[in-house]
């Protein structure tokens, strides 16, 4: 071995440039890598604009309609002839004529049967329940005139957006030059304005898209996702306590394990048929209805609320544990009273992130049949009802142009509460958290 100082230097001049370069080689590829993830995020962060300004563009406007304001006389004896302002009453009078009256006023009373004709068809079908709900809220203006908002057809509607255009044959267009002619003075007397609609929150189903609402569906979900709470959280939380403090560990709790977590696997569509075919067609319960709906949701819920509620008590530390059994506390205090409120916040977290999961979801629903048509708004988990993933769904398969924008409306409700539940779910992990 050579002592020649000249060639050590060598030597580690040689070592020296190898590790740079190696040291050089690692932040480049540490650079790269940074940049990949940023392309990466830069990439989701872009799809998730686009999905959601396609969302926005077409569900803003499902929340406006336009409307016509029309001078009503109200006749007491023709609005309510029975005098005792009920349903009955109120149905049985003559609210649907005199709307027409003061559309044909407005009109400039026009003659014929088919100019009258196509009047008529400028206002929505509703108009009667506008008129009688004005009458509800404003008793007192019985025996005089007032000036009343109607909700315009869904056609007319695509004309004022300019989805039916005038220089398209007539013969090609649902909305004749008669009608065209009307909506024309109308808007030219200032008569016609694009506002708020709140037909999208109280309106139910219908067929109809200018007074069609998800009210009936909304509700439907609240008492669907209540039964899910209901059944999967301490079905959920009891399973965890006992899987994870009470059972031995043994070759069962490892099958038992391993099927809770294939489970969370499952398509939910599978739960659904489960569902059809035991509760429906095994037990005989109603089809579409939120009791059915809930119990199904729950059992597909159950594998997350377990999972998770197993991981939040998993992270006591174990020295918990052992200074309550230190102090007398027996094996059932310790785990009530020591262990689950400060795993609470991961328990409740997983909870609502399972119910997030189980308010979007529609393959389900749609086995057991709450893609009925339902026009009443539902009152008991015993009454048929839909639910508003489903509503979302039926409104999508329409051909009326205004139900483009009254599912993107809907969408937007629907990610709106799917928002709010995982800040909700954030917000209590932070507020309730405990480092140890």
């Not at 872009?46 to 077409?58: D, E, N, P």
């Not at 929150?201 to 109809?208: E, I, K, V």
């Not at 979900?221 to 939380?237: E, H, K, Q, R």
Request: charged share 20%.
């Amino acid at each position: 071995m050579s002592n020649d100082p000249k060639n050590q230097l060598t030597t580690a001049d040689a070592v020296s440039q190898k590790i740079g370069k190696s040291i050089q080689r690692r932040q480049r590829k540490e650079r790269n890598f940074k940049w990949l993830g940023r392309i990466a995020i830069g990439l989701a962060v872009m799809f998730l604009v686009i999905l959601f300004a396609g969302i926005l563009t077409k569900g803003i406007p499902g929340m406006f309609q336009h409307f016509v304001t029309l001078e009503v006389e109200l006749d007491k004896e023709r609005i309510d002839p029975y005098g005792d302002m009920s349903d009955e009453s109120l149905y049985s009078g003559e609210s649907t004529q005199l709307v027409n009256e003061a559309l044909m006023r407005a009109l400039g009373n026009p003659e014929g049967r088919k100019a009258k004709r196509a009047a008529r068809s400028i206002i929505s079908s509703s108009a009667n329940q506008d008129l009688i709900a004005y009458v509800r809220g404003n008793p007192d203006a019985l025996g005089s005139s007032a000036s009343i908002r109607f909700v315009l057809d869904d056609d007319i509607d695509s004309f004022m957006r300019g989805y039916i255009t005038r220089e398209t044959p007539e013969s090609d267009r649902r909305v004749n030059d008669q009608v065209i002619a009307f909506v024309d003075r109308l808007d030219g007397d200032g008569l016609i304005s694009y506002e708020f609609g709140a037909k999208l929150f109280t309106g139910s189903a219908s067929r109809d898209a200018e007074i069609a609402g998800i009210k009936g569906a909304l509700m439907g979900s609240i008492l669907t996702l209540a039964i899910c709470l209901i059944v999967s959280f301490p079905l959920g939380l009891a399973t965890a306590i006992y899987l994870e403090e009470i059972a031995p560990k043994n070759r069962v709790t490892e099958i038992i394990e391993i099927n809770i977590n294939n489970l969370a696997a499952v398509p939910s569509v599978v739960f659904g048929i489960m569902g059809l075919a035991i509760f429906i067609s095994l037990f005989g319960m109603p089809r579409s209805i939120p009791l059915v709906g809930g119990i199904v949701l729950a059992l597909m819920t159950l594998p997350t609320v377990i999972i998770s509620s197993r991981a939040a008590i998993r992270s006591i530390p174990p020295s918990i544990r052992e200074a309550a059994l230190g102090i007398g506390a027996s094996k059932m205090q310790t785990i009530m009273h020591h262990v689950i409120p400060p795993a609470m916040p991961g328990i409740l977290t997983g909870t609502i992130i399972g119910m997030a999961q189980a308010l979007g979801e529609t393959a389900p629903l749609l086995m057991i049949g709450m893609v009925a048509f339902i026009v009443d708004v539902p009152t008991s988990v015993v009454e048929p009802s839909t639910a508003l993933p489903v509503q979302i769904f039926m409104w999508a398969d329409f051909a009326e142009r205004m139900f483009v924008h009254k599912t993107s409306a809907a969408i937007i409700v629907l990610l709106s509460f799917l928002i709010l539940m995982n800040s909700a779910a954030i917000w209590l992990r932070k507020r309730l958290e405990r480092r140890w």
